[in-house]
């Protein structure tokens, strides 16, 4: 073959591809990319010469043409049996492509070809966090050959020891996973939990001409011309940023937050890692198919990508700044939107010490412990059952003791969100607490929580009893404690509390170990029923009533205006015998896409059926006109009518493999 004729030869295949690929589509009903069109035309392109070789095998060829001018429309007959025979073969490889390799399963092509050097990375990757797991000792966690040990909590606590270790060697994104993970003790053993609270997430900083870099990058102006002083020491550093101080030309104080160069791509490729372990260790082993890891890393993966983008963090302050209760004693810093970025987040400084570290300055000014844990719990509850938003880390580091004796609050990366459903439930759910009422409280957390089709909800009511006499009587008891109950007897009646209720339980839990720190013996419980309480009287007070009765009532008044000519209406109706329902079946139109779907594969599996009965009748049918010495007539159109049948089967295969 001539380098002129390669090239046509090579299109005239390409497009016949293309054909025999397209054909196979439009009768499987189906829509391929071009790498299956592509792949089922060369099939055809194959398996086509054999299949007509075969057919064709009978008929003598000479120079002339065909020894017999009879055989030539037979010959035609057979030939587009063939060509037929080779688009069923077609639309068989696609179909069983599809049930192996659903279309969507895999990414396209050209997405496959130009990632390959990432996936060769993300794996390299992969297998050295498997290694580091493996020789920190959770290569038999991974196995799951592991799991009865941890029912006792000597293994749950050898799990958490191993697992801290290994998230620490694994980096800064697993160093985030696990401190966020250290704060779901809804979901995870309290000697696990304790475990992970280890992890530091200290780093060394960046070098300031990257800092720099950033800065200008995402401001895109000077350093010098933003900033009227700018500490190029930073303040604190962590895996994700740093903190610098620096003051505007107008003179106000304020810290600079600013994202360490490349760490989104490294954070996002190793949650990929995550995610994809988490799913081994779902469909590989008991315990993680137990807690839902896969699930759980999903919903910390989220968090970590909220944090990576520092305008949500911007806009949770000021959303939590503009709440109804705000306090004035509980101070937030205020953002400077239009220096905040992804990447960078400059607002006011707070000129205070961390919580955790303030013993000294109480001391020293001679401030009230009670006052304060008071102030800060009473701040909390107030984000979290009036307004709907409040702080999720609660811990002594993101918390200020101003030098004015204010409390201030940091770093809200992290916050809780409710809407007015849950937070009514909840309000009700402190109360029955409150007032020990055991009724009350399941009532109100089977709102809460998505209630299962089947609950015994009287074996629930005692459960709750117990678990507030355990715990709202008697010595003062440990919030972290009384939550860890409480998950129990969910989880127990097949309930699950959603993420936004975990998020609640998970910042009270953490706000109780700034609270003790503050002062040892503060009762989280009891400040929490007291104040609810309050909240409540105060929403539904005398004034606040009848505000509420008067808005219903102007909300129903039109209804009302109405009503009795309808009911005089239907009253009138009744007493004439005029009076029906009309009941319209399958008025939704996603009602009728399924019953018409359904319908037509039920046809098409009818018509298949009926299809391939005749083809064989006429197949094994004696007599009739001999086109060839061993097939007739008959013969030849039944094999025509079997693969008609063959077609139709197909069709109704592929959209079953489709939808599954």
């Not at 219903?552 to 015998?577: D, F, K, T």
Request: proline residues 5%.
């Amino acid at each position: 073959m001539d380098v002129l004729t390669f090239p046509i030869v090579a299109a005239f295949a390409v497009v016949t591809a293309l054909i025999f690929g397209l054909i196979a589509q439009r009768l499987l009903g189906l829509r391929l990319g071009l790498f299956r069109l592509l792949l089922t035309g060369a099939f055809a392109l194959f398996v086509g010469p054999l299949i007509m070789f075969a057919l064709l095998d009978q008929f003598t060829l000479s120079p002339q043409g065909l020894t017999d001018q009879s055989e030539g429309p037979v010959a035609f007959w057979f030939a587009l049996l063939g060509s037929v025979l080779t688009i069923l073969a077609s639309m068989a490889l696609l179909v069983v492509i599809e049930a192996f390799v659903p279309m969507g399963s895999l990414p396209p092509a050209l997405v496959w070809g130009r990632g390959l050097l990432g996936r060769v990375r993300r794996a390299r990757r992969y297998w050295q966090i498997v290694g580091i797991a493996m020789r920190h000792g959770l290569g038999s966690y991974l196995r799951g050959t592991r799991s009865r040990p941890l029912d006792a909590p000597s293994g749950r606590a050898q799990l958490g020891r191993a697992l801290t270790t290994t998230l620490n060697a694994g980096g800064v994104t697993f160093v985030k996973l696990g401190q966020i993970l250290a704060t779901r003790r809804d979901v995870l053993p309290a000697e696990v939990a304790d475990e992970l609270a280890r992890l530091q997430d200290d780093a060394n900083p960046v070098p300031w001409p990257d800092v720099e870099k950033v800065l200008v990058s995402e401001l895109n102006a000077p350093v010098e011309d933003l900033f009227a002083e700018f500490d190029r020491e930073p303040l604190a550093a962590a895996s994700v940023g740093q903190v610098h101080v620096a003051r505007l030309h107008n003179g106000a104080e304020v810290v600079v937050k600013v994202q360490r160069p490349g760490i989104r791509p490294v954070v996002e490729r190793d949650l990929d890692i995550a995610a994809r372990l988490a799913g081994r260790l779902e469909t590989g082993t008991r315990w993680g198919r137990r807690m839902g890891v896969r699930a759980l890393a999903a919903g910390l993966a989220d968090a970590i990508l909220e944090e990576l983008d520092y305008r949500i963090e911007a806009e949770n302050i000021t959303a939590v700044a503009t709440a109804p209760s705000r306090q004035p004693e509980v101070v937030l810093p205020e953002p400077h939107l239009a220096l905040c970025t992804e990447r960078v987040l400059v607002m006011d400084r707070l000129q205070g010490t961390p919580l955790n570290r303030a013993d000294a300055v109480i001391r020293k000014n001679g401030l009230d412990r009670d006052a304060l844990a008071t102030t800060l719990l009473d701040c909390l509850l107030r984000q979290i059952v009036i307004d709907g938003i409040f702080h999720a880390d609660p811990h002594g580091g993101n918390i200020f003791l101003l030098d004015d004796g204010r409390l201030g609050l940091l770093d809200f990366g992290s916050v809780g969100r409710l809407d007015g459903a849950l937070r009514d439930a909840l309000q009700r759910l402190l109360v029955g607490v409150d007032r020990g009422d055991p009724l009350a409280v399941s009532d109100a957390l089977l709102e809460l929580v998505p209630r299962p089709d089947e609950i015994d909800q009287q074996r629930l009511e005692r459960d709750i009893g117990r678990f507030m006499v355990r715990h709202t009587s008697g010595p003062v008891s440990s919030g972290v404690r009384m939550f860890g109950d409480l998950f129990r007897v969910v989880a127990d009646h097949g309930l699950a509390i959603p993420p936004e209720i975990a998020a609640v339980f998970r910042a009270l839990a953490t706000a109780e170990g700034t609270l003790t720190r503050l002062t040892p013996r503060f009762d989280l419980i009891g400040g929490a029923r007291t104040l609810a309480s309050g909240y409540v009287e105060e929403q539904y007070g005398p004034d606040r009533l009848k505000q509420a009765a008067t808005e219903e009532l102007a909300a129903l008044l039109p209804i009302l205006r109405r009503l009795p000519r309808r009911v005089e209406r239907i009253a009138s109706a009744a007493e004439h015998g005029r009076l029906g329902v009309n009941i319209r079946l399958l008025a939704d139109e996603r009602d009728r896409a399924v019953l018409t779907t359904m319908l037509h594969e039920v046809l098409l599996t009818f018509l298949a059926a009926t299809t391939g009965i005749m083809a064989v009748l006429l197949i094994g049918t004696d007599g009739g006109p001999q086109l060839t010495d061993e097939v007739g007539l008959y013969a030849l159109i039944g094999y025509n009518m079997l693969v008609i049948s063959a077609i139709l089967a197909l069709r109704v295969l592929a959209q079953i493999f489709r939808r599954g």
